[in-house]
Structure formats: structure tokens, C-alpha cells
């Protein structure tokens, strides 16, 4: 993972966008309810790309949320890792592991074991959540101001 530097040319400084953020929570529920009849073992490699993008989008939200855009994958993740400490190590992680295996099924038709997703699905599940609640958390505290 890249570490985070705002000298990228691959990091642009934005207006902050409230709306995009909605928008993208609209998406990962479409998303998340075209996966619910969907048969896990079967479609193992659709579930943790599906994952995937649902997290790297949630990510995206955040960084609109806070002026900033990105179409780098890893620099999204390297956000997370500076700006949201609430996401630990593990988290980290996960997420960066996702984006490899994403890549490898993408790139390389790579087939993920079912075993591999049954066992991470919760914690998978788990980042997504906290994500959700971050930028909803995030929303809330732009009306206060």
C-alpha cells in the first residue's frame, strides 16, 4: 500500500461533496441486495470482488466527504489508514488483501476458494458496516455545523 501524500499527482483536492457520498450509499445497497439471493460457494470470486468495489466505494465517499479524490485503489486505502484510526491494523489489511485478490481474479481470471471467503466474510462484513456508519456519522456532523 502507498502511503498517503497529497503531492500525488494521483490525489486532486475537491470541494467537499455531501452528495456523492448519498449517492454511493444508494449504490452498495443495490449492490448488496443483488448478492443476498446469490449462492456463495458458487460464486466465491463474485462475492469478494462485489465486496470489494462496495468497500473501495464506501472509501471514495469518505474522501469526497473530506475534499479530496482519488482513482487509485491503494492511495484510497492509505486514506483510510491515515485520516480513520478507528480502523485497526487487521482492517487495513483485509481491505488491502481484498484489493490483490480483486486485482488477480480481474487481471488473471483468478478463482477464489469458497473456504477463503466463508472464513473472512464476517470481518468483511464487519468493514463494510463500520464504514456505513462512519460516513452516515460523517453526513450527520456536516448538518450540525
Not at 19 to 30: C, G, T, Y
Not at 64 to 73: A, I, R, V, W
Not at 76 to 91: G, H
Not at 134 to 141: A, D, F, G, P, R
Amino acid at each position: 500500500m502507498l502511503p498517503w501524500d497529497t503531492k500525488s499527482s494521483k490525489i486532486k483536492r475537491i470541494s467537499i461533496d455531501k452528495e456523492r457520498p448519498k449517492a454511493i450509499l444508494n449504490s452498495v445497497l443495490l449492490r448488496e441486495k443483488f448478492l443476498k439471493d446469490k449462492n456463495e460457494k458458487e460464486f466465491t470470486s463474485i462475492f469478494i470482488e462485489t465486496d470489494y468495489e462496495i468497500i473501495k466505494e464506501l472509501i471514495t465517499a469518505l474522501t469526497y466527504l473530506n475534499g479530496y479524490k482519488t482513482l487509485s485503489h491503494e492511495y484510497l486505502i492509505s486514506f483510510l489508514n491515515k485520516f480513520y484510526k478507528d480502523f485497526s491494523e487487521y482492517e487495513i489489511n483485509l481491505i488491502d488483501n481484498l484489493r490483490v485478490t480483486r486485482n488477480k481474479i480481474a487481471y488473471e481470471g483468478f478463482l477464489v476458494e469458497s473456504e477463503y471467503y466463508l472464513n473472512k466474510k464476517q470481518d468483511i462484513k464487519k468493514v463494510i458496516d463500520k464504514l456505513k456508519e462512519t460516513i452516515n456519522n460523517e453526513l450527520k456532523k456536516e448538518r450540525l455545523k
